[in-house]
């Protein structure tokens, strides 16, 4: 692997598609308040189509990149470009449109309790105020595709851990978003599962979409030769 | 997802199952939870005292003008009795006379026997009126919205009967309008302490009740549902509690106000429904005390309903703020 210390122009595949990259960060900072700097100097890329791990140590930043990434954070500094527009520039009101764009898998699956697994996973379709006949095939199939094709009438508190996991995945993949954000999509599943999610991963970039996965699991890492970005003391390092 | 590989599902059904049915779609914000139950409760709760403190200040301000209005419809000739005074004459000739001013409509002359039915409670039965200097009575019915010239009356009376004292109660009318005004006002300002309450406890437990699903906000904002979506998903479902809560409190009151006027109109001419009446006036709530009634519900469903939606679109602004300013974690999902 090639180290490329604070700055990637982004992945093998990537450097050969046209145009802007997906996400481009520029000497990006951030702090909580008063505090230290969680973040520093962050200048990276997420190319379209790349496939990339997020590591590093227990609170060195990951989930706060996360959260930039997904635009629920802006930085104190540096700037950052979403889908070539600078996100200091973008009205609230344009918020939700370019969230549609990037699917995310929480820590804690953040999954609507009263919700079946079928209706959890279309809900991003439904708040898009798409009819639900439109939607249920493509659903279902997906539903099937993850393995909970028969668990589609059953309420989250029933399902196992990978299970909702597997939901979340699902509803974040649901409306084929250009990037996907998971943060410890493995955490709560056994091997075998966490190799399962992982080649669901691959399969989804395979068909386009750009991956971002936090995770602290080496030995997930391993099974695949893809972009390591390692935040450590709130400096990223990027191995090709 | 449509061209999502089959190969990678490990777990498809097995062939020929039948195709596994979905329940209809539930809505976005559960129907039916803990703190709903309990804001419908407090909303009912509200409503019916809403609705009877406005059945009851409607009924006292009817009281209050009925009061005002029945005294004011009549002026009193009082003729004194004296030894060269054809007393009987003297009545006679006083109603004549105040009948023909205008604004007046009818005169009646207190007899002996109703004379000393009012003298009852200080004389006792069996008062023959000739035995004593009684003062005799002459009621005279007046026109409220063209009284007649009191003045000229009284002046007219006491050339022709100088023993005519005309009494227009207009000291006890104007006791009384400052009393049916205190009244009222005060039964006014009741109104509205009681309304306040009602919108404040309707916002605070709107509010309350939302908190606990905040949850849901957050994440129908990050799966990309706009906030005007989120709201009014919202807003429908506590249209539907502050409907259901307002009906039942209005249709208690409503229930309330015709189970007393039946009562009082089964019990008419009994002490217990005679006193029920001087002092609230009868309970009929009429076209206008239902619509009030109605009017309450309304509004209180207006105000759930737009509690609602600003409870929402304000959490989603507190979201919104925590991403412009990253200090104030305490709003923050763990993403």
Redesign the interface.
């Known amino acids: 692997m090639r180290r490329r210390p604070g700055y990637c122009h982004g992945g093998g595949r990537a450097l050969l598609e046209p145009g802007w990259p997906l996400i481009h960060f520029e000497n990006v900072g951030?702090?909580?308040?008063?505090g230290p700097e969680i973040l520093r100097d962050l200048t990276f890329d997420i190319p379209r189509r790349s496939f990339q791990f997020l590591t590093g140590p227990s609170g060195a930043g990951k989930?706060t990149l996360?959260?930039l990434l997904?635009?629920?954070?802006?930085p104190?500094r540096g700037i950052i470009r979403t889908f070539d527009r600078e996100i200091s520039t973008i009205p609230?009101?344009e918020?939700?449109?370019l969230?549609?764009r990037i699917g995310?898998v929480?820590?804690?699956f953040?999954l609507?309790d009263?919700?079946?697994t079928?209706?959890n996973v279309?809900?991003?379709l439904?708040?898009?105020?798409k009819e639900?006949a439109s939607y249920?095939?493509?659903v279902?199939?997906?539903l099937?595709?993850v393995?909970?094709?028969?668990r589609?009438?059953v309420l989250p508190p029933v399902l196992s851990g990978g299970e909702k996991q597997r939901a979340a995945i699902a509803?974040a993949?649901?409306?084929?978003p250009e990037l996907l954000l998971a943060?410890e999509p493995t955490g709560n599943v056994d091997p075998p599962m966490a190799r399962?999610l992982l080649?669901?991963f691959l399969?989804l970039n395979r068909?386009g979409t750009a991956v971002v996965i936090a995770t602290h699991d080496l030995s997930l890492m391993d099974q695949v030769e893809a972009r390591r970005m390692i935040l450590s003391q709130g400096r990223l390092d990027i191995y090709d | 997802?449509?061209?999502?590989?089959?190969e990678?599902?490990?777990?498809?059904?097995p062939a020929r199952r039948p195709e596994?049915?979905?329940?209809p779609?539930?809505p976005?914000v559960?129907p039916a939870n803990v703190s709903g139950r309990a804001l419908m409760f407090v909303i009912a709760i509200m409503a019916f005292l809403a609705c009877l403190t406005f059945g009851a200040v409607s009924m006292v301000r009817a009281t209050a003008a009925s009061w005002q209005s029945q005294i004011s419809r009549e002026i009193t000739i009082q003729i004194k009795p004296d030894d060269n005074l054809d007393m009987e004459q003297a009545l006679k000739d006083a109603r004549d006379l105040a009948l023909t001013f205008a604004g007046t409509r009818d005169g009646t002359i207190v007899d002996k026997a109703a004379t000393a039915r009012l003298l009852e409670p200080w004389l006792g039965e069996g008062l023959d009126i000739d035995e004593l200097p009684v003062p005799r009575l002459v009621i005279v019915t007046i026109d409220e919205q063209s009284p007649p010239d009191f003045s000229a009356m009284r002046k007219a009376l006491s050339e022709k009967i100088p023993q005519a004292f005309l009494d227009d109660h207009r000291t006890w009318v104007d006791r009384l309008v400052a009393m049916a005004r205190t009244t009222a006002f005060i039964g006014t300002g009741v109104l509205v302490l009681v309304f306040s309450a009602m919108v404040l406890t309707v916002v605070f437990a709107t509010r309350g009740a939302l908190s606990g699903n905040r949850?849901?906000v957050?994440?129908?904002?990050?799966?990309?549902?706009?906030?005007s979506?989120?709201a009014s998903e919202f807003q429908k479902h506590f249209l539907l509690i502050s409907l259901k809560g307002s009906f039942a409190g209005g249709f208690l009151a409503a229930l309330f106000f015709a189970i007393a006027g039946f009562w009082q109109g089964r019990s008419i001419a009994t002490p217990q429904s005679d006193q029920a009446t001087a002092l609230f006036g009868t309970f009929s709530m009429g076209f206008t005390g239902y619509l009030g009634i109605v009017a309450t519900m309304v509004v209180i469903a207006i105000l759930t309903t737009l509690t609602a939606r600003f409870t929402v679109m304000r959490t989603i602004y507190e979201?919104?703020l925590?991403?412009?300013d990253?200090?104030r974690?305490d709003q923050l999902?763990?993403?």
């Open positions: 951030l702090r909580y308040g008063m989930t996360l959260r997904f635009l629920s954070l802006q104190t609230r009101d918020l939700p449109m969230r549609r995310i929480f820590q804690d953040r609507l009263h919700l079946t079928y209706e279309a809900l991003p439904r708040v898009r105020g639900e249920r095939a493509d279902l199939e997906l099937k595709w393995g909970l094709g028969e589609i009438n509803r993949l649901i409306d084929r943060d399962r080649s669901l399969e068909l | 997802m449509t061209d999502a590989p089959r990678t599902a490990e777990t498809a059904a596994m049915r979905v329940r779609t539930a976005i559960p949850h849901i957050e994440v129908l904002h990050f799966v990309g549902a706009e906030a979506f989120v979201i919104d925590v991403r412009s990253p200090s974690t999902p763990d993403t």
